[in-house]
């Protein structure tokens, strides 16, 4: 493994300041263990009988003799982690490579080079940014600049899902190549690909960068624990991504590998026939004192802790950094393991093509945001409907080909007893077509199933979207809500809610006289109220000849580069002061307030002032208000602004504006004790207790985060944390607690002399409910899928109710309650099986709920998984040239050459899915063979003067390789992709990549 200083982590149950991991000795014939952050706070504070360990077996259980022998390890694990403190673990920042840098680094180059090659075959022109690429810069040159914050986020989501390797599976050895396990390793790396590929086919992108980076780590974790760069290789081992070949020639179980280490030099501790016969080993790890083992003459990982490496042959091999066994190897593992990276990214970039693989990436044209609606199709909304082809009109006729384009467009419909299907394109006149052929229907009872249809939007738009659901009608399905919740909490999506004929509205229309239809009452509308509010979004609720005038607030939140200057609510109202900072990069800023009977005044950071019914003041250029919806379009002055509120009724208000730059955040679990690192949480922080987050600045390259504020919803308190810059932009932030009731995370900065301020427009919140739960990621259509979980608390005891829930609507059996005492957990499991028609690809996210008696506190745990169905064909499809005719005369321009060749898969392939020109500036026809989809017909064009072309070929399950067919002399036949599979792009970037790093007495910079 890589030391990953930043990002933390567990080095792999190695030597590295991150997690610290050990494996119970295999004469136990026990299950693996993970040391968890359980097992940090046991060493420190608690008693050896707490339970410290959870199993990594999804089945397994460790009782009686087991549980007291794992007890008593504990208590020597403990005295050996404190004992050691964190001697041969401390690794200075920048000192050595980390799969955090491998793995960005490898993104940002792969990336230009795609954008690159998309230029060039669009005939667009295209600037290499400048060295160090950032994701600001690489957006700008791939044309895309609205897309530097989702491009960012792409990237720590594959980061953070590569580090999570070493915490849920650091007792695997088969993620990290260790035990000389090259067949399981190799066996991860290959599924995680087919599940990458189905996932970009099915454009379920957030699932394919988890994917990713999980199988990025094994795959340069194989470059620092096996012996490949001691046999003196100088590139990758393609054989790793190629399911058709060997990945070399692994040593017998029973043939030694290593000899002593020369005191603390280790040099030439790998035997010679070892070496000169090309045979793969790696090390071997244990960590319990005098019973850890490994078989004879094999290596060990090496480190201070590994208690193998001073069994004979004693040392290690390991290149982790530049302090390990190896650390002379460590500068050539580590650039070896980042072209490798590239290597995969390319085979990824081949089956998805160039602009899913840059989706994937988070790289879009426009403004990089999704355009989702969320429609009731009753009879009763016909008008409603009406206006959204309106505002869908004005959106793709006015921004089509401009920064503010939307990315996606995303429809679900919903009515009762029905919801969805989930629509998605990517081209706005099918949306507008989709759009324009909706129909209503049905709408017997008043009840709909508005949060079904919501919590299918929210399980598949992209993180940050902005989602807006249109209805008359209560909700039928109101026990979604807190799993609604739990994915507004998630995917920190906004959801507005155009509400029409609430009680709000009707009032006035019955002192108005207007004809009434169905009401929605106050409690329900509150429902929608209360998401609206956990989102950052509004709830505007207006009658339906008024809808049309409210659309405009979703013209104004699809512009590009919306930001959150100040977000809050109050309820009851009350009389409040809210200041907002405006800084030189925001333009259009907006003021959003909903709420009945609410006064304003508004002061600049001149000290002019503007109060609500003052209409011909200077601050507000215009005024817009509809039903309980109020727009204040301000002038651009630069400063603090204040915004003092009035009204004894609920109210919120909003300010958004645009501007480049913007904040990520995640909050995530750090580890107590002796050793650091820290992993992103899929649940709500714990009450109580120092809590921590990773803010990452996006949109500038120089910025700095100065404070960061936890603000509660009542605006009683603010809570200050305390910065720790963990480099690339991003900031650790700790904080001693919580608020104990919803909050928003507030961020101040500075990028050069600009002073800015940024809020979250989603509201958290705690749980002294901690829920927990970990399985395989890859679900096998037909198959029973199992996710064990554990539940504990440190609140009250009781009957704690278990709900479930899939995006999928699966079929799924699981405990409907648990029995918890205070300071206890319990377990249980979760039966799911996707039917047999569940496509590969397909996304599955899993939400388990526990809630306390009476609702007093609630928590979940949410899980994504992928469906993949057994893959049988594994050979790309080959080339079979019918003619070539080279009529070329001196002058080169004068003549042209032609091709006619076909594509075929084999009698066995699953049929060729896509023909495209890599290379070659003729002209490309690709047609499907007539009765037969394994053969695809090609013809060919092009001037004398360009005598080369170069095709992919990719079949239905992403198996990608390339035909080369010249005119040159000498040359009589196309390359076939056996021989030759993706690899010009990565030779090119190998070239690049080991051309970056200048090695220096201090590292590498």
């Keep these: 493994m890589f030391v990953d200083q930043k990002f933390g982590g567990c080095n792999m149950r190695r030597s590295f300041p991150g997690r610290f991991c050990w494996k119970i000795p295999s004469f136990t014939e026990l299950p693996r263990y993970h040391v968890t952050n359980e097992l940090n706070k046991s060493c420190m504070t608690k008693p050896c009988s707490r339970r410290g360990v959870d199993t990594v077996a999804t089945s397994a259980r460790v009782t009686g003799q087991h549980r007291d022998l794992r007890c008593s390890m504990l208590a020597v694990l403990c005295l050996l982690l404190l004992q050691t403190q964190v001697h041969g673990f401390g690794i200075l920042p ?38 160090p690429f950032t994701a600001k810069s690489v957006a700008v040159a ?51 690909i087919q599940a990458i590929k189905a996932s970009n086919k099915q454009e379920n992108f957030e699932a394919a960068r988890e994917k990713l980076g999980e199988t ?33 020639i692994i040593a017998d179980e029973s043939r030694a590998t290593c000899r002593n280490c020369d005191g603390d030099d280790c ?8 070496i000169s016969e090309g045979i793969l080993t790696s090390g071997y790890f244990g960590i319990v004192p005098l019973v850890s083992t490994k078989p004879k003459g094999k290596c060990s990982h090496g480190g201070a802790v590994d208690q193998t490496s001073t069994i004979e042959p004693k040392g290690g091999i390991n290149k982790d950094t530049f302090d390990a066994s190896h650390g002379h190897l460590h500068t050539k593992a580590a650039n070896i393991a980042q072209a490798a990276t590239s290597q995969l990214l390319e085979e990824i970039q081949g089956a998805a093509g160039d602009r899913p693989f840059l989706e994937m990436m988070g790289i879009s044209k426009g403004s990089s945001k999704a355009l989702c609606f969320v429609i009731d199709t009753t009879k009763s909304m016909s008008d409603d409907i009406e206006a959204v082809r309106g505002v869908t009109s004005t959106i793709i006729n006015s921004e089509v080909g401009t920064d503010n384009e939307p990315s996606m467009y995303i429809l679900v419909p919903f009515n009762d007893p029905g919801f969805g299907p989930l629509i998605k394109t990517t081209d706005p006149q099918v949306f507008k077509r989709i759009i324009n052929s909706l129909s209503v229907t049905g709408g017997g009872d008043e009840a709909e199933m508005s949060l079904s249809g919501l919590q299918l939007a929210l399980s598949n738009t992209p993180a940050n979207s902005e989602i807006f659901l249109f209805t008359d009608a209560p909700p039928k399905d109101k026990n979604l809500k807190s799993a609604v919740i739990a994915l507004i909490e998630r995917t920190q999506s906004v959801v507005n809610f155009m509400i029409t004929d609430s009680n709000t509205t009707n009032r006035r229309r019955r002192s108005s006289g207007s004809k009434q239809h169905r009401v929605l009452g106050a409690a329900d509308a509150q429902v929608y109220r209360d998401l609206a509010q956990a989102s950052g979004g509004l709830a505007i609720e207006v009658t339906k000849s008024e809808l049309p005038e409210a659309t405009s607030i979703i013209i104004e939140s699809s512009s590009a580069s919306l930001v959150t200057l100040l977000q809050a609510a109050r309820d009851p109202g009350k009389t409040d002061q809210f200041p907002f900072l405006v800084d030189d990069t925001v333009s259009n800023v907006r003021v959003y307030i909903t709420g009945q009977s609410v006064t304003f005044t508004l002061v600049s950071p001149t000290g002019a002032s503007q109060q609500s019914t003052d209409t011909s003041g200077s601050l507000i250029t ?18 603090l602004w204040e915004i003092r509120m009035a009204s004894t009724n609920a ?17 995530v679990e750090v580890s107590q004790g002796p050793f650091t690192g820290f992993d992103a949480l899929d649940t709500r922080p714990s009450a109580g207790v120092k809590s921590s987050l990773l803010v990452s600045l996006t949109g500038t390259d120089t910025g700095e985060v100065t404070e960061v504020k936890l603000v509660d919803s009542t605006g009683s308190e603010e809570i200050t944390g305390v910065l720790e810059p963990q480099g690339s932009g991003n900031f650790l932030v700790t904080v001693e607690r919580i608020p104990l009731v919803e909050f928003v995370v507030w961020v101040k900065g500075r990028a050069d002399s600009t002073i800015f301020q940024r809020q979250s427009p989603t509201n958290f919140r705690v749980s002294n409910v901690t829920i927990t739960a970990d399985s395989s990621n890859i679900l096998v259509p037909g198959t029973p899928f199992s996710v064990p979980f554990s539940v504990r608390t440190s609140g009250a005891e009781g009957n704690f109710t278990i709900r479930v829930t899939n995006n999928q609507q699966f079929d799924s059996a699981f405990p409907s309650t648990l029995f ?27 939400t388990i709920e526990a809630e306390a008696p009476a609702a007093a506190d609630t928590n979940y745990v949410m899980l994504r998984f992928s469906v993949l169905n057994t893959v049988t064909d594994f050979t790309p499809p080959r080339c079979e040239q019918l003619s070539l005719d080279s009529r070329c005369s001196d002058e080169c321009s004068l ?15 699953v049929g060729v899915d896509r023909v495209s020109l890599k290379q070659g500036n003729g002209t490309m026809n690709a047609t499907l063979n007539a009765g037969n989809e394994n053969i695809t017909m090609v013809s060919y064009s092009a001037s004398c003067c360009s005598p080369d072309m170069e095709l992919q070929v990719v079949d239905l399950v992403g198996n990608v390789g390339t035909c080369i067919f010249t005119i040159r002399e000498g040359s009589s036949s196309p390359i076939s992709p056996s021989t030759r599979v993706t690899q010009s792009l990565f030779l090119s970037l190998s070239t690049v990549i080991l051309g970056l790093y200048i090695t220096t007495e201090g590292g590498i910079q």
């Design 267 to 274: 040099t030439n501790n790998i035997l010679e026939d070892i």
């Design 216 to 248: 990025l780590h094994p795959l340069q974790d194989f470059y620092s624990h096996s012996n490949w760069v001691e046999l003196g290789k100088n590139g990758p081992n393609a054989n790793l991504i190629r399911s058709d070949v060997s990945i070399g």
């Design 142 to 192: 791939c044309n895309a600049p609205k897309s530097s914050k989702t491009f960012r986020q792409a990237i720590i989501a594959v980061i953070f899902h590569n580090v999570r390797v070493d915490i849920r599976h650091a007792l695997n050895g088969s993620f990290h190549f260790d035990e000389e396990m090259f067949v399981q390793g190799k066996q991860i790396i290959m599924q995680g």
């Design 820 to 846: 918890l005492e205070s300071g206890n957990s319990s377990d249980g499991t979760v039966n799911l099986t996707a039917p047999l028609n569940t496509p590969s690809g397909t996304d599955v996210t899993l």
């Design 651 to 667: 109210y919120t208000l909003k300010v958004t504006g645009q501007s480049d730059i913007d904040f990520l955040f995640d909050f």
């Design 895 to 909: 003549s042209q050459w032609t091709l006619f060749a076909r594509v075929i898969d084999g009698d066995d392939g």
């Design 622 to 639: 215009q005024t817009k208000s509809v039903g309980n919806f109020q727009t204040l379009y301000l002038i651009k002055v630069v400063g």
């Design 94 to 131: 920048g000192k050595s490579l980390s799969h955090l840098e491998i793995t960005e680094r490898a993104i940002l180059n792969t990336t230009v080079h795609v954008c690159h090659a998309l230029a060039r075959a669009e005939g667009t022109d295209f600037t290499f940014p400048p060295q």
